[in-house]
């Protein structure tokens, strides 16, 4: 349900201190805060484990084929009592393996990337996306 006043008080005051932290921060960095927003963004998001294995769930479903080969050819695989989840894990790690310092990157591009093709996007929701992708490009 809804958050109680006294919760969003708290809540509140905790953003003034997040607001007041971030601009002292963004005042000695350098830095815009929104990049510092952004920077700190992305490394919560791999502090995340569900988001990760969330990702990787979209992007073995569009690559399954890719992805059952390199579980092939690392001939760890022995199909016996093999569920479809211990299978994609496997290849969840894999994949980490293969990649081991863009994996995590190349997922958020990934995903990224699928958004352009949803169906059932508002042209606001599209402009937000498009203002959201360059503003990555150009950082």
């Not at 830095?31 to 569900?50: E, G, M, T």
């Not at 994609?88 to 958004?115: G, V």
Request: glycine share 4%; charged share 25%.
């Amino acid at each position: 349900g809804r958050p109680s006043e006294a919760v969003l008080d708290m809540i509140q005051e905790g953003l003034d201190h997040i607001t007041a932290y971030l601009t002292d921060l963004a005042t000695h960095s350098g830095q815009p805060p929104q990049q510092i927003l952004d920077r700190f963004l992305k490394q919560y998001s791999r502090l995340n484990p569900a988001n990760d294995w969330n990702r990787y769930s979209k992007y073995f479903s569009h690559y399954t084929e890719r992805e059952l080969e390199r579980l092939r050819k690392s001939g760890s695989f022995t199909g016996a009592q093999s569920t479809a989840a211990t299978v994609r894990k496997k290849c969840y790690e894999l994949f980490k393996k293969e990649y081991s310092d863009t994996w995590q990157e190349i997922l958020i591009k990934f995903e990224e990337s699928t958004q352009y093709t949803e169906t059932g996007k508002t042209v606001a929701q599209r402009q937000q996306l498009f203002n959201k992708s360059a503003k990555r490009f150009t950082q």
